[in-house]
Structures are given as structure tokens and as C-alpha cells.
């Protein structure tokens, strides 16, 4: 070695002035780190140590007009895991399955969750028992990233009684997610999926609060934040049309044997008053997430429960459309309430090359046309359509709304079946396929290509019920909306509702629906439909009636359809039920035998 | 004034090297302070304890002269030798790669690890070589000596395998080269390799470094064999190195890729450098305070009381922590430098310049890992990482500087009082 001690000197030198360019280096390097780029790594920890935890707001009371819950939030459970990675979610799903049942299809969507966000807990249960939640409680330290969080549950008091009205919640879905209007959603919150709970969303949703926990590197939950806590706000409540104890009273008619729909409502206002659709099923079981078996069992069902038979189903409306008829008629200047039809009725009317039956075989007789609805006969309005031309049922019905919505605030409303032009019967039959003169028959009786909701007829008689305007059919509490479709004198008004006042008169098609102390209008109808007879070709008839009453100031108009329920008068005695429990009087108890329509 | 038997103590030395044990321990101790806590909760105790084994063993080899340690190098170097050949057969895993065998192993207690203290006997090994000449090495041939000294046990520690632990032994051998008075271009030269391993991967970069190289031999002319041959030699090197890359392990590979590039997989490699850098970068000027750094104490820090415990000082004591401590080494260097510079004789100035690599390659690697300025390598920080047998060493050889300057210009020894 060259110990010199001049060159010793210069090597010191230069190794303290490498030295000393090393060092500040570092210095700079932890300056720009520390100091330039503080607020970024700041940022980054806080990202690392918190975790948002979303708190569900409770859901909008639902009340009928008595002020009676119908639906409300009772105190649920849900358990749900913050992990870091896919594989420890699957690491601590596999734990759990050990402690509490779970199933292979809940642990593919709690890791389809993760996967949607994983910087939110992941919900495993979404509605947890009790028993789940104490046993993972007495297991606390096994799970430290589990979050067992209380919140509101929705429930149903009458469940099954309110739900064709109500809908239930579920977990928002990627579908849904993708849609506008649930732009400000997130993944794994509750959102309405049916009936008014989707209908008002925007209401009855609140807004979600949030709280943070503090977890480590392994997601394990080490404290709460309390310090950026925010409450959630409860949402607004729904004051609803609906008369809770008529609701659960019409539940209780259809049983569980009956199946079909039924809508009360105020013909006034279009306060909707009960609206049910039989058979239910219970929308409880549907918070939380609907178990495979129940909703494979209501998909399974013959006479489909999930299918909404007053809004969503269509039916023939038959002869409770020859009021129709007769309005259109008399509109239009063709006959005037007390005209008689050239021909009178022998069971049969004879057009084209065969016989249009009557109901009646052995004939209504000569009759006028407020005898001929009390007695709903065919032969007579056979001949009124015939005079009227389809041209004119046709247009004039669409007029009076039979192809569109009523808008009613149920989102799963569908239009009922109607044709809109003249031009429909070539598009569907061809050009050569069908006779106006057969298609006014069909027309005039309410047969053919007309299919209506149970609600559609309710808003339509509630026109005949008042002065010609029909209300708009609303569940929730607003201001009225009510358009005119029809323009009669009020006497023809007068005469037409005494006219379905003889529907339940002795002789009328419906004499056993009668009320005492009141008298309920009404036109009963039946109509010829498949059968839900799976696997067999089979027909029955549906049974329509819909009605108002006190006749002469009408409250409240029915509406009901009872899928094979064969004769009108079944369903009418149903609605006579109905409107005597709303009005407050009883059926007259009397055997009488009726009509077959 | 003189004692019998007593040994002037360079105070400002010693002073620095307590304050930075002491910081180490306070900041080890803050590592075990975890939400959930671990075994690193209580290994503070450990580390006092082998800090004052530590300074007791300081105070003992610093009795001994250096002549005695000249006269101990070899035997030190050779016992060495056969404890590394061992440990390849027979040492015990630890650290971050479980396979690393780095530890001596009895009866299932991990007693040490004598890589450590290796680092210490082949600076003594050099010393003596370097110091038996009368000028620095001039060739190829004057280098062969040197190169096996450091060649041997460094081959022998890679093949633990400790990459870390390897650089250092380079750290050193060039250290040692440069203060034995080397000529610049033959460092160079010797360093050239080296370049070309590292830029081996690239074709176009180890392209142009080649040529340059190629340019500056030509020019110069400084030592035509030595030229050649390590002209000869970075041919060989760029050629090995992507076979050398296929023959690293995955995780070695992995650390390597994530040192150019953190981002590439934050969740398992790029981790512990991302993690490191938001707690130190979330530190700012004062830190978040003793004991309260969240990255720490949530454990989402990797390696906290040892490769990575920079990174709490970063966090909890901030800017001003980091100045602080890295002031505390700067005193310690310089004076490390300063005992060099007036020692008695060449191999003690040998040796305190050796030691002084050794500390100052710890220091900037494993700072600048902390900060992704350097590849992971996993080597500990002097006196602040948890570890025992590098506490221990790093007081035995302040024991050896302390002696240094005892005899050196200064002290009192060489001032004629004794």
C-alpha cells in the first residue's frame, strides 16, 4: 500500500467527497419523497388502513290511508368480509363454511361480489339468523375480517295479503346497475324490485350512510373510525290509497284455492283502495335473497303466483264489454236507451254461413237495450255491432282506453290487448283471413282480439260510475287525474248504471251478488281461455265481473276476474263482498238461479 | 497522564455509535408496538442485551494491539473459510428466503450468523495483504492475491445464497483497492465486469458500454494485458449474464424486475418497496410520532424491525428522524475517515478503511431499498436492524477502530505516553 501520508490526505478526500454526494443523494431522495410527495403517500396510507363500511339507510314506511303499516323495517343482520385478495376471500369463505351453512351458490356470489368491489365488504349474508350471527360472534377471533353489522330488514306484516301491490327489495343486480336510473347505486345495496317498491325508489331509498374500520395488512378488522362516521338519513314514507283491512279482506275471499285478480278503487279519484292477485306468495321470503327451493316452487306453480293477475294479466273481458258497446252505440247516435234490435233473441242470430249462440238457449225475447244488459243478451248485441260497423267499435274503443296503460304506479303494469286501427285485423289474419261483419260480432260481445287487465276495466267503469271521465288508477296518495272518454247525456249515464243495477237483480245475470241497504251495479262476463292445465289442451272459462256501487252515487268500483272461475256471478260474488265490506253491508243471503254469463 | 493498561477512547466515535444503538433499539422496540402484536414485540430486550455485549466486547479487542490482530488475520481468515464451507452443508435457513443458509444451527438454536463476523476477518485478510507491499497493486498479477482474499468467502456466501451479504464483500474489496493508493484506470478496469453483468440483460446498453470501454483502452493504453483481459473479460460477463439471470431464482428474479419497475405487481413483490415508500412518503417533516406509524402498526410494513426498519423511522419520526440519523452516521463515517487517515501504520489504516466499506455499503443499500433507489437485497441497516450477531460485530469492530486510533496520530499511544 502507498502510505504516504500527502496521497492518505488526498484518499480521505475523495472519500469523504463521494461520501458526502452519496448521503445527499439520500437526502434529497427522502426530501422529495417526504416532503414533495407527502400529500400522495398520505393518501396511499389512508387508503391502506380504512375501509368504508356502507350503512343501509332504512327504507320508507309504507302506510294504507288509516295510517296501518304496510310495509316497515325490522332490525336484521349481515355479515359480510373485507378482503384483500380474491384467494383470501375464498381462504375465509372455506373457513366459515365450517363454522355455519353455506352454500357453493352463495360463495360463487359473494366472489362474484368481491370481484364487482373489492374495496367494500364483501356480503355474505345478506340476512343472517340468529343462530349464524351468535355462532360467528363466539368465533369472533377466528374471524377478524368479518364485519357482523345490524341494520334494517324490510319486512311485511301481511305479506302475501299486500305483495301484488307492494313488490318486495333485493340486492341491486349488474343489470340493474348498468341502467341510468340507478347511476348513483353501488353494488350490494337494496333497491325495490317490484310493485310500489321499485315504482318509488327514488323515495323510499334514503340515503346510504358510511363508517369506517380501521384493518390491518391482512384485512383483519383492528378498530373503529368513528371520527368520519356518516349517519344514514331515513327515507321519506309512502302514504298509500290502499284500505288495508278491505286489502286483507279480499286476500281472505280468494283464499287459497281461487286464482285470478281483483282492484277496488274510488271511481272519483282513482284511489286505489285494495288490489290483489291470487294466488300470493309471501315477499318476506324474498328479503335477504330468495332461497332456490320457494322460488323454484312459485316458478313451478301452475297458476303462476309471480304473475300479477290484476295488472299483468290479460283476459278476454267478454260480456262486460258490451257496456262498451252500448256507449259507443248510443255516442254515436245509432239507438237511444230504449231501442229494441230488429231481431229478437231465440238463442241464436244467424251471420254468415252459421249461428252466433246466445248464452241463453231458450232466447232472451224482444228486448231493449237496458233489459238487454241486464240480461247480457249476445243476439242483441250481435245486432248492435253489426249496426254500429267494426270500424266504429274499433276506433271508439280505443277512445275509451281499452289499448293502452291505465298508469297506474306499478311498474309491472302491461297494456292490455286491443286493436289500435282497423289495419291490425289484415296484419294478423291477412287480407283474406276474417270479415268485418264476423270480427264486429266478436267485437260487439267482447270476444276476439281484445284481452284487458283487471285494472283497465276498473278505470273504464269508473267512467260509467261518474260522468264519463275515467280516473287515473293510483296506489299512492296524489292529486286526481281524471280524463273524459266517453260523451253521454247524463241520462243515458243514469239509465246505463240502472241497467247494470238490474245485473244484480232478481232475474239479472248476478241476482245472488246483491247487497242489502245498497245497490251494487255491475256487468258479469265470462270468456273462453286456455286452461293452465300443464300438458293438456284443455278451455274453461273465466269469470269477469266488474261493478260500483251505491248505484245511483258510486264509492267504490270492483273489479275481478277469477281465472276459471266458469260463471260471472262467482266473480260478482266476490265483488259484492267486497264493496259490502268496504260500504259496510252485507250480501242479501237469497238462492236464486242466475244466468250462465 | 497515563494508566497502565488503559486505552484512549476516540469519545466522538464511540458517542455516535451509542446514540445511533440506542435509536436503533428505541426504533426496534417502536416495531414490535403492532395492533396485533407478534414475537417482534419483545426483541428489543434481546437487542439491549446484545448491545451491551456488544460494548463489552468492543472494550476487550480494543486491549488487543494491532500488531496481535495483524498476527491473528490469517488463522481468523481460515477459520472463516471452513465455517462458511460448513454452513453451505450444514447452516439453517432464515431471512427472507426460508433456503438461505446463513445461520449456524446446534441442537435446533440458531446461534449466529458468521457472515457477519466474516465481514470483519476478511477486511483484517486484505489489510495484511494490501499492507505487505510497499506500493498498491500495479497488474493483473499484483491482484490475483486480493481477489482470491475476498474471492473465496464471497463465493462461498453466495452460494447461501445472500446476494446482500455479497455486494458488501465487493463494497469492501473496492474500497480496500482504492485506499491501498490503486491507480484509478486499474480500478476501473476491475470494475468493468461488473458493469457489463448488470447491463448484460440489454443487449443495446451493454452494446455501448462495451464500445466505450473498448475506446477508453485503446485511448489509454494504461495496462495493455490487463486491458485486454478485462476487455476480454466484460465479453465474458455480458455473454453470462442473461444465463446467470436464468439461473437466479424466482424470487431473486423477481425482486430485480420489481426494483426497475415496483408497479408490475404491487400485491406480491412490488409490496414490501410500495409499502415502504407510503410509510415513509406519509412521514412528512415530523412523522406520525413514537410508536403511531399505521403502516407499521397494521403490519401492512413488511420486515419492520429488520430489512425495512429505515421505513419506520421514516414514518413515525419523519424527515427530521431520517436527518437525524443519517447525521449520526455522517459523524460516524467521518470519523471512521479521520482514524484511517492517522493511523500508525498501513494495515490498521487498511483495516478501519475496510470496516468503514463495510458499514457505508449497509447503509446505502438497505436505505436506499427503503426508497427503491437499490434492489432488494435484504441486508440490515448497522445498529438499527434487529439481529444479534451484526450488533455484536458491528461493536467488535468499532473495538478494532477505537484501537486504531488509540495507536494512530491522536491517540495517545502514538503521541509517545506510553
Same mark, same amino acid.
Given at each position: ?597 | ?344 501504520? !498501513?494495515?490498521? !489504516? ?69
Amino acid at each position: 500500500m502507498n502510505f504516504h501520508p500527502n496521497d492518505v490526505v488526498r484518499r480521505a478526500r475523495v472519500t469523504v467527497f463521494i461520501g458526502a454526494a452519496i448521503m445527499l443523494v439520500l437526502m434529497v431522495a427522502f426530501f422529495r419523497t417526504q416532503i414533495m410527495r407527502y400529500r400522495q403517500w398520505v393518501l396511499q396510507a389512508e387508503g391502506n388502513r380504512l375501509r368504508e363500511v356502507p350503512v343501509p339507510s332504512p327504507r320508507g314506511t309504507i302506510y294504507d290511508r288509516n295510517g296501518k303499516v304496510i310495509a316497515e323495517n325490522v332490525v336484521g343482520y349481515t355479515v359480510s368480509v373485507l378482503a384483500q385478495t380474491e384467494d383470501s376471500l375464498r381462504g375465509t369463505l372455506g373457513r366459515l363454511a365450517s363454522k355455519v351453512p353455506l352454500s357453493p351458490t352463495q360463495l360463487d356470489l359473494a366472489v362474484r361480489r368481491f370481484r364487482r368491489a373489492p374495496n367494500r365488504p364483501t356480503m355474505i349474508f345478506s340476512d343472517a339468523s340468529f343462530r349464524v350471527v351468535s355462532v360467528l360472534e363466539e368465533h369472533r377471533v377466528d374471524f377478524p375480517s368479518l364485519i357482523v353489522q345490524s341494520g334494517p330488514k324490510r319486512y311485511y306484516p301481511h305479506g302475501s295479503a299486500v305483495v301484488p301491490f307492494v313488490g318486495y327489495t333485493g340486492e341491486i343486480t349488474e343489470a340493474e346497475l348498468a341502467e341510468p336510473r340507478y347511476a348513483q347505486y353501488r353494488g350490494g345495496q337494496i333497491v325495490g324490485k317490484l310493485g310500489l317498491e321499485k315504482e318509488y325508489e327514488a323515495v323510499l331509498h334514503g340515503r346510504e350512510g358510511s363508517r369506517f374500520v380501521e384493518v390491518d395488512a391482512r384485512g383483519r378488522v383492528v378498530r373503529e373510525e368513528g371520527a368520519q362516521e356518516r349517519k344514514p338519513t331515513q327515507a321519506d314514507s309512502l302514504q298509500t290509497n290502499i284500505d288495508l283491512d278491505l286489502q286483507l279482506y279480499t286476500a281472505s275471499l280468494f283464499g287459497d284455492s281461487l286464482m285470478g285478480g281483483a282492484v277496488a278503487m274510488d271511481p272519483t279519484t282513482g284511489a286505489v283502495l285494495a288490489l290483489y292477485s291470487a294466488p300470493s306468495y309471501d315477499p318476506n321470503e324474498f328479503i335477504g335473497g330468495v332461497s332456490f327451493a320457494y322460488y323454484d316452487s312459485l316458478r313451478n306453480n301452475p297458476k303462476r303466483p309471480l304473475y300479477n293477475k290484476a295488472v299483468q294479466g290479460s283476459y278476454p273481458p267478454g260480456s262486460t264489454w258490451k257496456l262498451a258497446t252500448a256507449i259507443l252505440a248510443l255516442q254515436e247516435d245509432v239507438i237511444t236507451t230504449d231501442a229494441r234490435m230488429p231481431q229478437q233473441c231465440n238463442g241464436f242470430y244467424y251471420f254468415g254461413d252459421r249461428a252466433w249462440a246466445c248464452w241463453e238457449k231458450a232466447g232472451h225475447g224482444n228486448l231493449t237495450l237496458v233489459e238487454a244488459i241486464a240480461q247480457s243478451c249476445n243476439v242483441y248485441f250481435y245486432q248492435l255491432g253489426l249496426k254500429l260497423g267494426l270500424s266504429r267499435l274499433v276506433v271508439g274503443g280505443v277512445q275509451l282506453g281499452f289499448a293502452r296503460k291505465t298508469d297506474i304506479d306499478l311498474p309491472e303494469e302491461t297494456r292490455s290487448r286491443f286493436p289500435e286501427r282497423l289495419q291490425y285485423f289484415n296484419e294478423r289474419y291477412g287480407p283474406r283471413g276474417w270479415t268485418t261483419g264476423a270480427a264486429a260480432l266478436n267485437m260487439a260481445i267482447g270476444q276476439g282480439d281484445n284481452a284487458q287487465t283487471v285494472i283497465n276495466m276498473a278505470r273504464f267503469y269508473s267512467a260509467l260510475a261518474t260522468d264519463g271521465m275515467a280516473a287515473r288508477p293510483t296506489i299512492v296518495k296524489r292529486r286526481p287525474e281524471r280524463t273524459r272518454i266517453m260523451n253521454l247525456t247524463a241520462e243515458q249515464l243514469t239509465d246505463l248504471r240502472g241497467a247494470m243495477a238490474g245485473v244484480t237483480a232478481a232475474g239479472g245475470t248476478a241476482a245472488s251478488a246483491a247487497l242489502s241497504g245498497t245497490v251494487l251495479a255491475g256487468k258479469t262476463g265470462s270468456a273462453q281461455t286456455a286452461a293452465l292445465v300443464p300438458g293438456k289442451k284443455a278451455v274453461c272459462d273465466d269469470a269477469w265481473f266488474v261493478g260500483f256501487a251505491p248505484a245511483d252515487d258510486p264509492r267504490i268500483v270492483v273489479s275481478v276476474v277469477l281465472e276459471c272461475g266458469g260463471h260471472g256471478y262467482l266473480a260478482a260474488r266476490l265483488a259484492s263482498e267486497i264493496v259490502g265490506k268496504y260500504l259496510g253491508v252485507k250480501p242479501v243471503s237469497r238462492i236464486l238461479t242466475e244466468g250462465n254469463d | 497522564m497515563r494508566i497502565r493498561g488503559s486505552v484512549s477512547i476516540d469519545w466522538q466515535l464511540v458517542v455516535a455509535a451509542i446514540l445511533l444503538s440506542l435509536y436503533g433499539i428505541a426504533i426496534v422496540y417502536s416495531a414490535g408496538q403492532t395492533d396485533i402484536p407478534t414475537y417482534v414485540a419483545g426483541v428489543w430486550r434481546q437487542q439491549l442485551l446484545w448491545l451491551a455485549l456488544g460494548i463489552a466486547g468492543a472494550y476487550l479487542v480494543s486491549r488487543a494491539s494491532m500488531r496481535m490482530l495483524e498476527w491473528l488475520a490469517v488463522p481468523l481468515y481460515i477459520s472463516t473459510i471452513l465455517i462458511l464451507a460448513y454452513l453451505l452443508f450444514f447452516g439453517g435457513g432464515g431471512g427472507t428466503a426460508a433456503s438461505t443458509k446463513s445461520w449456524i444451527v446446534i441442537g435446533g438454536m440458531k446461534l449466529g450468523q458468521p457472515s457477519e463476523l466474516a465481514k470483519i476477518t476478511v477486511v483484517l485478510m486484505l489489510g495484511k495483504l494490501l499492507s505487505a507491499s510497499k506500493g498498491p497493486p500495479k497488474s493483473l498479477l499484483d491482484l490475483w492475491k486480493p481477489a482470491l482474499v475476498v474471492g473465496i468467502p464471497w463465493l462461498l456466501i453466495i452460494g447461501q445464497p445472500d446476494l446482500g451479504t455479497g455486494i458488501v464483500f465487493l463494497g469492501i474489496f473496492f474500497a480496500m483497492l482504492f485506499w491501498s493508493g490503486i491507480s484509478w484506470r486499474l480500478l476501473l478496469l476491475l470494475a468493468s465486469p461488473i458493469v457489463s453483468l448488470i447491463l448484460g440483460g440489454v443487449t443495446q446498453l451493454w452494446g455501448s458500454w462495451f464500445l466505450l470501454l473498448l475506446a477508453l483502452v485503446i485511448w489509454y493504453k494504461p495496462f495493455p494485458w490487463e486491458g485486454a483481459v478485462f476487455v476480454a473479460a466484460n465479453v465474458l460477463t455480458g455473454v453470462v449474464a442473461p444465463l446467470i439471470w436464468e439461473r437466479l431464482r424466482p424470487y431473486q428474479q423477481a425482486r430485480l424486475k420489481t426494483f426497475l419497475d415496483p408497479s408490475i405487481d404491487p400485491r406480491r413483490t412490488g409490496y414490501q418497496v410500495i409499502q415502504s415508500q407510503v410509510a415513509i412518503g406519509s412521514g412528512g417533516w415530523f412523522g406520525k410520532g413514537y410508536t403511531e406509524g399505521t403502516q407499521k402498526r397494521l403490519s401492512f410494513l413488511p420486515a419492520q424491525h429488520t430489512d425495512f426498519i429505515f421505513s419506520v423511522v421514516g414514518e413515525e419520526l419523519g424527515f427530521v428522524g431520517i436527518t437525524l440519523a443519517l447525521a449520526l452516521f455522517a459523524v460516524f463515517f467521518l470519523r471512521i475517515i479521520r482514524v484511517a487517515e492517522r493511523a500508525s501504520d !498501513s494495515f490498521s !489504516s487498511l483495516v478501519a478503511f475496510g470496516l468503514l466499506a463495510s458499514w457505508f455499503t449497509h447503509v446505502v443499500i438497505n436505505v436506499g431499498m427503503t426508497l427503491n433507489l437499490m434492489p432488494i437485497t435484504g441486508i440490515p441497516l448497522p445498529f438499527f436492524s434487529y439481529g444479534g450477531s451484526f450488533m455484536l460485530s458491528s461493536w467488535l469492530a468499532i473495538g478494532i477502530v477505537v484501537r486504531i486510533a488509540h495507536e494512530g496520530r491522536g491517540g495517545r499511544h502514538a503521541a509517545g505516553m506510553v
